[in-house]
């Protein structure tokens, strides 16, 4: 099973994103999930993780202008990070994490934590 990250781009201070994160091959339940950035010469953060239920958290940093959702299944769940008011600090690579339970068998299963491919946003003033 892999995770799958899509939506970065290119847009100006004040713009918007949806970054997307599904998880591809067997089935993955996912308990939580998270995106994280790294912007060039700074260490990996955590911006926004959601749980099962829903409950979300975010970096203070970007609290007010983005959401963190799922959708879906729970064998099959899409988590999306909504980016508005972006601005050019915001430029990173954006990660996608996610921990749960990968199903091999009908009674087999082991817990598992993966990572997406980065995703570049970049955002010019």
């Known amino acids: 099973v892999q995770l799958q990250a899509s939506g970065g781009g290119s847009v100006q201070t004040g713009g918007f994103l949806t970054l997307s994160c599904a998880a591809a091959g067997n089935i993955f339940r996912i308990d939580r999930a998270g995106w994280y950035r790294q912007a060039p010469g700074k260490e990996r953060e955590l911006v926004a993780s959601?749980?099962?239920?829903?409950?979300?958290?975010?970096a203070n940093s970007v609290k007010g202008r983005f959401t963190i959702s799922r959708d879906g299944t729970y064998a099959k769940t899409t988590v999306y990070l909504q980016m508005n008011s972006l601005e050019p600090e915001d430029t990173a690579v954006y990660y996608c994490?996610?921990?749960?339970?990968?199903?091999?068998?009908?009674?087999?299963?082991?817990?598992?934590?993966?990572w997406g491919q980065g995703t570049q946003v970049t955002v010019s003033s």
């Open positions: 959601i749980t099962r239920s829903g409950s979300a958290n975010y």
């Open positions: 994490n996610a921990e749960g339970t990968e199903v091999l068998g009908p009674t087999w299963d082991r817990p598992l934590e993966l």
